[in-house]
């Protein structure tokens, strides 16, 4: 039996990340369990998700480039107070600094709409739609002092299909990050994954194991 994994997640948008985190809890297929949400966006639809299943919320804003420095530091003390294992960045639109990364070493994971090393940065969709590629996908990653440079835990794949614009392919992508990120923390939770600074993943027996959604052939 594991203690559940308390996590904080991190979202700028609506929150599709969240959403399907909390139903993979409230299921019984992810053993971790939100303990606050916070975002740099006061309107955020995510903090009204959150809010609605009753979890608690903060929001930290940056006040322009030059209070990044002191927006994280900000941020890592507002998320240091609900005491996670792991922070969750799900659509959050920054990128965290080494106040963060100090204060959470090899504890902080996104998820990617691309399939790194491809496509890092903004707009992996339209990245992907412009170069031609066949397939892309989403990642799951340890953010580290890079953009999108951390170590990979866990892809899914998915076809680009004729005719698709940058929109309709993040459409599809995000389906698999619902089925991914969830699948990566329970993972976490119950030591399939151990994080640190060179991350461990299990590989053994994926059929019919937590990870078994991160071998799932590519989604449509």
Do not use: Y
Not at 139 to 163: C, F, S, Y
């Amino acid at each position: 039996m594991h203690a559940p994994l308390d996590v904080v997640v991190l979202a700028s948008g609506r929150g599709s990340n969240l959403r399907a985190i909390l139903a993979a809890c409230a299921a019984g297929t992810c053993a971790a369990r939100v303990a606050a949400v916070v975002s740099d966006k006061p309107d955020a639809p995510a903090l009204a998700l959150a809010r609605e299943h009753g979890l608690p919320t903060q929001v930290v804003t940056l006040q322009g480039k030059a209070d990044r420095a002191a927006w994280d530091e900000r941020l890592a003390e507002a998320v240091a107070a609900f005491a996670p294992r792991v922070v969750v960045l799900a659509g959050f639109m920054r990128i965290v600094g080494p106040a963060m990364l100090a204060r959470f070493p090899h504890a902080i994971v996104n998820v990617h709409p691309a399939l790194l090393p491809a496509f890092k940065g903004a707009d992996g969709p339209a990245q992907a739609v412009a170069a031609g590629v066949r397939v892309s996908g989403c990642t799951v990653h340890v953010v580290d002092a890079g953009v999108d440079t951390g170590p990979i835990l866990a892809q899914a794949a998915v076809r680009v299909e004729p005719g698709d614009d940058a929109a309709r392919l993040h459409a599809r992508i995000q389906r698999a990050e619902h089925v991914l990120l969830p699948a990566v923390l329970d993972a976490i939770a119950r030591g399939g994954i151990v994080l640190g600074p060179t991350p461990q993943v299990a590989t053994s027996s994926p059929d019919d194991g937590p990870l078994a959604a991160l071998f799932a052939p590519p989604l449509r």
